[in-house]
């Protein structure tokens, strides 16, 4: 059994690199086709013959694709006790490096990952079959909800590559995990998921992940009510936002209102005033539409790439420049106040061909008076053309901020 199913493997995977290896797609050992009855076959006669003889090389496809299993099953605290049948039997350690030179093998030959970040660095031998596993089953519950929690910024870069995606995820993550926090350090696998978890309706023809697999996936995180209602929400906004987002950058539409001028689809950060629970007064910034703004200046999202970026105030957290996209046209609270010329939301590693566009939005205009004026939802933006004339009125609900 396990020599045709080696062969069998050899073929699929084979096919299903050369296909994706022109996209730049990897292949997860996940990814291997087989239904449930075979893998339960082929476990039960691979423990049989590395109890007799070890691992045989001649059949290390099989033992990647049992890996991979294992590591979709895994739930965060023994690996190896989930790969065998009988207990002890991975205990030695030249087979767990053999395994692990096997996955390198797979990564060389069929483009499959390669493990990212601090745990992978940690754990040098199980991340690679966890990484071949995709979404492990006990990370799933994390990833929905956080999926649900930040869709509407995710719908903004629907034209964003699947490392922007996965940075985004990356600097949004709720730190209440510390090994969802680790898995969301592989921004390109991240990224990956999402976008086969979004574009899965449009059957194209380069998956980026097996449509079995992905059913898969989701067939996991439906039998958990709660991941699953997240889940379904969170794919809804990301389709429905998908052609008009993606449309922005490409040329093809707009966020604005037909009737909205250039000047005001690009103009810097404005000011707006909440009133919070306690009575205080919460500053913001009326982000810029820099979707808009680079679409003008034929950028593409990838210039910012490597680029960081965070809000006035912030000491130690910065965040993908490839937020700035999410951030357009919406309301984002103030964590201190610039001082008079500074900027608003600092710039790190910005490359050169991105600072003519993004210098004019990210100053908040320097002058003695801020007038914001109360609108029907009870919030006070900036009035950004006045004179001297303006007055505080209790009925038009015009303020002043100094």
Excluded at 154 to 183: C, H, K, N, P, V
Excluded at 260 to 270: I, L
Aim: hydrophobic share 45%; charged share 25%; aromatic share 8%.
């Amino acid at each position: 059994m396990l020599d045709a199913l080696q062969v069998q493997l050899e073929a699929h995977f084979a096919a299903l690199s050369s296909l994706r290896r022109p996209a730049g797609y990897p292949v997860y050992a996940i990814e291997h086709g087989q239904t449930k009855d075979h893998i339960r076959a082929a476990r039960e006669a691979a423990s049989q013959e590395h109890r007799t003889f070890g691992l045989r090389r001649q059949h290390w496809l099989v033992w990647i694709i049992l890996a991979a299993e294992a590591g979709y099953g895994y739930d965060g605290d023994e690996y190896w006790p989930s790969l065998e049948l009988t207990a002890g039997a991975w205990r030695a350690q030249a087979d767990r490096q053999a395994l692990r030179s096997w996955f390198e093998r797979f990564q060389r030959e069929y483009a499959g990952p390669t493990p990212e970040g601090r745990w992978a660095q940690q754990f040098t031998i199980i991340a690679w079959p966890i990484a071949g596993a995709l979404l492990p089953k006990y990370l799933q519950g994390h990833f929905a909800r956080h999926l649900f929690h930040v869709r509407y910024g995710l719908s903004r870069l629907a034209d964003a590559g699947a490392d922007e995606i996965g940075a985004y995820l990356a600097a949004t993550g709720d730190q209440r995990s510390a090994r969802y926090d680790d898995f969301l350090e592989q921004t390109d696998l991240t990224g990956r998921i999402v976008l086969a978890l979004r574009d899965e309706d449009l059957n194209e023809p380069v998956p980026r992940i097996l449509p079995g697999t992905l059913s898969r996936i989701v067939a996991d995180l439906e039998r958990r009510r709660e991941a699953g209602e997240f889940l379904r929400a969170a794919r809804q906004v990301l389709r429905s936002a998908r052609g008009v987002a993606s449309s922005v950058l490409a040329g093809g539409g707009k966020l604005w209102p037909s009737s909205a001028s250039s000047e005001e689809m690009v103009r810097p950060p404005r000011l707006v005033a909440r009133r919070v629970a306690d009575g205080a007064i919460q500053i913001g910034l009326r982000m810029p539409n820099f979707a808009a703004a680079f679409k003008k200046a034929a950028l593409v999202t990838g210039a910012l790439g490597q680029m960081r970026v965070r809000l006035h105030g912030e000491t130690e957290r910065w965040a993908p420049g490839a937020i700035l996209l999410s951030w357009s046209n919406r309301e984002v609270p103030l964590i201190s106040f610039p001082e008079a010329g500074g900027p608003a939301i600092e710039l790190e590693s910005a490359p050169a061909k991105v600072l003519p566009t993004l210098a004019p939005l990210i100053n908040l205009e320097n002058r003695p008076l801020w007038l914001l004026r109360r609108h029907e939802d009870n919030a006070y933006r900036q009035v950004t053309s006045c004179g001297s004339a303006w007055k505080r009125d209790p009925v038009s609900g015009v303020i002043g901020v100094e």
